[in-house]
C-alpha cells in the first residue's frame, strides 16, 4: 500500500508536542519522529566502537622446536682399533661437531678385529671422549682389539645421538586376572531322588 506525500499536511512532534510540517519530519534513533529543529543524535557512548587495539596473538601459530638428532652416514671402515688387548676404539666422523661426554649410538657396523656388530651398536650408545675436530674415541664395552690398529666397521655404518631414529613408544601393559573356578567333586549322592550307578558314580540310562 502507498502513501500519500502530505505536502500540505502537518505532524505532531513526539518530543515538543507542536505541529510542524510533515515534510519536516524525522526519526531519531530510539524510533521517535521529531521536527528537525528538534533531532538529537544518539550519544557516542552509547555507539560502541571496534576495539583498535594492537593485536597480540597469532592464528594459527607454531612455536619453534629442537629437532630431533639424525643419523649419518659415516665414510667406509671408520672404525680403527686401538692397540692389541686395548678396548679404545677410535672414530672418524668429518665435522662431528659433538663434544667429549656426548653419546653416540651406531648401526649397520660389521665386526673387526675382535669387536663384534652387537657390541659396537650396543643400543645404549657409547660417551665419547673428542680428540679433534673430525675424530673421537669410545670405549667397547665387551672385546678387546686382536691385532690393534685395524680399520673396520664396514660401508653401512652410520652414527647418530643415542636415541635417533627411534621412534618414541609408550607401552601400555594391561594385566587380565582370571580367578579359576575351583571344582570339587562330590564323593556321595542321594539316591532317593536319581538313580546312580554305585560302583561307577554315573548315571545309569533308561
Given amino acids: 500500500m502507498g502513501f500519500a506525500?502530505?505536502?500540505h499536511a502537518k505532524f505532531i512532534s513526539d518530543r515538543s508536542g507542536f505541529a510542524f510540517p510533515y515534510s519536516e519530519r524525522v526519526r531519531e534513533w530510539n524510533g521517535a519522529i521529531v521536527h528537525?529543529?528538534?533531532?538529537?543524535?544518539k550519544h557516542p557512548q552509547l555507539e560502541p566502537t571496534r576495539d583498535l587495539s594492537d593485536d597480540i596473538a597469532l592464528k594459527d601459530a607454531r612455536s619453534d622446536r629442537t629437532e630431533p638428532g639424525s643419523e649419518r652416514i659415516l665414510t667406509q671402515d671408520p672404525f680403527t682399533s686401538g692397540s692389541s688387548g686395548s678396548a679404545v676404539i677410535t672414530l672418524k666422523e668429518v665435522g662431528h661437531g659433538r663434544v667429549s661426554g656426548d653419546k653416540v649410538r651406531f648401526?649397520?657396523?660389521t665386526g673387526f678385529d675382535g669387536f663384534s656388530s652387537s657390541t659396537l651398536e650396543k643400543s645404549s650408545g657409547y660417551s665419547i671422549t673428542v680428540t679433534d675436530a673430525d675424530t673421537y674415541t669410545f670405549t667397547?664395552?665387551?672385546g678387546t682389539a686382536t691385532t690393534g690398529g685395524q680399520r673396520g666397521g664396514g660401508k653401512n655404518a652410520t652414527v647418530g645421538s643415542e636415541l635417533a631414529g627411534v621412534a618414541a613408544t609408550?607401552?601400555?601393559?594391561?594385566?587380565l586376572t582370571v580367578?579359576?573356578?575351583v571344582v570339587t567333586s562330590t564323593?556321595?549322592?542321594?539316591?532317593?531322588?536319581i538313580t546312580l550307578d554305585s560302583?561307577?558314580?554315573?548315571?545309569?540310562e533308561g
Fill in 179 to 181: 580367578s579359576a573356578s
Fill in 140 to 142: 667397547a664395552s665387551s
Fill in 170 to 175: 609408550i607401552s601400555a601393559v594391561f594385566t
Fill in 36 to 41: 528537525i529543529s528538534e533531532f538529537e543524535a
Fill in 187 to 193: 564323593t556321595t549322592f542321594d539316591s532317593s531322588s
Fill in 107 to 109: 648401526r649397520k657396523v
Fill in 5 to 7: 506525500s502530505g505536502k
Fill in 199 to 204: 560302583s561307577t558314580k554315573t548315571f545309569d
